[in-house]
């Protein structure tokens, strides 16, 4: 299944045991921690929701980094390029769906 230099015949890389244990790891962390805090309700709601989104952003980099093996050697730049073009398309949706909404409430409320 493997070539002598550790690389499937696809040639992409596969990680370690270690590895894998790190990103299960580090992926149950930030789980965890935006569920204590929440559970907890020891901190306000903005600085909630500003943790959970900071924990989602390092749960993204995690998986990217040691479960999808994306780094910048020049055999991931396409992997790196279409993952920044999905990335501006989830931004276009999400602001474009915000924004929409909102002129929409504005909108149907102007008689009121």
């Known amino acids: 299944m493997f070539t002598d230099n550790g690389h499937s015949p696809g040639g992409a890389a596969h990680g370690s045991l270690p590895e894998y244990l790190l990103g299960l790891s580090l992926s149950v962390?930030?789980?965890?921690?935006?569920?204590?805090?929440?559970?907890?309700?020891?901190?306000?709601?903005?600085?909630?929701?500003?943790?959970?989104?900071?924990?989602?952003?390092?749960?993204?980099?995690?998986?990217?980094?040691?479960?999808?093996?994306?780094?910048?050697?020049s055999a991931q730049i396409w992997n790196s390029v279409s993952g920044v073009f999905v990335l501006l398309l989830v931004i276009i949706l999400i602001v474009g769906s915000l924004w929409i909404m909102q002129h929409l409430n504005h909108n149907m409320l102007m008689g009121h």
């Open 29 to 73: 962390i930030l789980t965890a921690i935006p569920f204590a805090v929440v559970m907890s309700g020891a901190l306000g709601e903005t600085l909630s929701i500003v943790l959970i989104l900071l924990c989602a952003i390092g749960q993204v980099m995690v998986q990217l980094i040691f479960f999808l093996h994306m780094n910048t050697s």
